[in-house]
């Protein structure tokens, strides 16, 4: 007899998808978007801004994507996020009342490059298309 795997995800089975996740993430995105703007000396962070942030069901994992600004290296600004982990750690500690504070992990977030990319190619395909003649 063949084991079928089974779909938990069925609509009305199992547990339904819980919104706390979403509600810390943006609790959490908040507080360390204050932080950056108001707090970090850092010159690697200057002009980071947090796109989004991704928190697990169980609440101990967060992952936080950035981007930032034109002329910017993101590598050093990755860099820079990862020296302030703990600082971002210990103030997240402080001001959400949460049982476990998440482990923070960055992302440099290139949704902005490709979308300027895409752009640009619709952009010649246009332009391309106005040429041919008709």
């Known amino acids: 007899m063949v084991a079928q795997e089974f779909d ?14 979403k ?7 908040n507080e360390l978007s204050l932080l950056l703007v108001q707090q970090i000396r ?4 200057t002009g980071v801004f947090l796109t ?9 994992m967060a992952k936080i994507y950035f981007t930032v600004p034109d002329g910017s290296d993101a590598g050093l600004s990755l860099k820079g996020m990862n020296r302030a982990k703990g600082f ?9 009342d949460l049982r476990y ?27 391309e298309r106005k040429d041919e003649p008709s």
């Not at 938990?8 to 996740?21: A, D, V």
């Not at 850092?42 to 962070?45: A, C, E, F, G, S």
């Open 88 to 96: 971002f750690r210990s103030h997240l500690a402080k001001v959400l």
């Open 23 to 29: 509600r810390v993430a943006e609790a959490i995105k």
């Open 42 to 45: 850092d010159v690697r962070l």
């Open 8 to 21: 938990f995800k069925l609509p009305g089975l199992g547990r339904p998808e819980s919104s706390r996740p």
């Open 101 to 127: 504070t998440p482990d923070l992990s960055f992302y440099f977030d290139n949704v902005h490059e490709e979308v300027q990319r895409i752009d640009a190619l619709f952009r010649q395909i246009e332009e």
């Open 52 to 60: 989004r942030v991704l928190v697990t069901p169980d609440l101990k």
